[in-house]
């Protein structure tokens, strides 16, 4: 089975900017999350979606945003680019339910902002 | 909200040395999982717990969780240099929280051979 994968793998961006992250979850999934992973803040929670309905939010601006398809595959979308949106980006997919059961993480995008 | 906190930071151990590192959550978890993340890699699911004074093993890893539910604790021993890495501890939201994971901040494990 294949494993979650995410495009692009690295991204370099300009402050003001907006970049578009996609992820393709495990065949059978319909949970995908998203989590900002810093060395300062660690993992942080953005969003989760199961059958393209957000479930649940983490504490991050407007700015940032998803969506997910009828095939669960995610997309997110941060818009007016800042220096500290720099961040390995990552999905995680899995079967959904609560409270969520193991997380399969994809390999990240990591996003460089200048 | 909910916190989740990992101690230590750090560690740093000579190989056939053992290792703990705990969690703290600052609310009752109905569960608890713990994830491994390679340096340059992702984090990895390594194990759940569910119940009340649970303790699982995977070969030289031992797993504990809390009687409370609120603790838990992860134990290496005679880490090996294949120990690199992060550990990081997460526990699910409730109420309307419920579909999201919080992750504590992770200890960082480094093996001298």
């Known amino acids: 089975k294949a494993g979650v994968t995410q495009t692009p793998r690295y991204l370099i961006k300009t402050r003001g900017q907006q970049v578009t992250l996609s992820c393709s979850p495990i065949s059978g999934h319909r949970s995908v999350s998203w989590y900002q992973q810093t060395p300062g803040q660690g993992l942080q929670f953005l969003f989760e979606?199961?059958?393209?309905?957000?479930?649940n939010k983490g504490n991050f601006p407007g700015r940032f945003s998803g969506r997910q398809f009828s095939n669960s595959r995610s997309e997110m979308n941060v818009s007016t680019l800042e220096l500290g949106d720099s961040a390995l980006y990552l999905c995680?997919?899995?079967?959904?339910?609560?409270?969520?059961?193991?997380?399969?993480f994809g390999p990240g995008t990591r996003l460089t902002v200048t | 909200g909910q916190q989740v906190m990992q101690i230590p930071q750090y560690q740093h151990v000579q190989e056939g040395e053992d290792f703990t590192t705990y969690c703290n959550s600052s609310t009752t978890l109905s569960n608890i999982q713990w994830y491994k993340q390679r340096p340059g890699g992702h984090p990895v699911f390594l194990i759940q717990?569910?119940?009340?004074?649970e303790v699982k093993k995977q070969k030289r890893l031992t797993f504990q969780f809390g009687e409370a539910k609120k603790n838990s604790s992860l134990h290496i021993t005679a880490t090996q240099t294949t120990d690199v890495g992060t550990y990081f501890c997460a526990g699910p939201g409730s109420g309307g929280s419920n579909y999201k994971l919080t992750f504590g901040k992770g200890t960082l494990l480094t093996v001298n051979p």
């Open positions: 717990l569910v119940k009340s004074g």
């Open positions: 979606y199961f059958s393209e309905t957000q479930r």
């Open positions: 995680a997919s899995s079967l959904g339910g609560a409270p969520p059961p193991e997380q399969y």
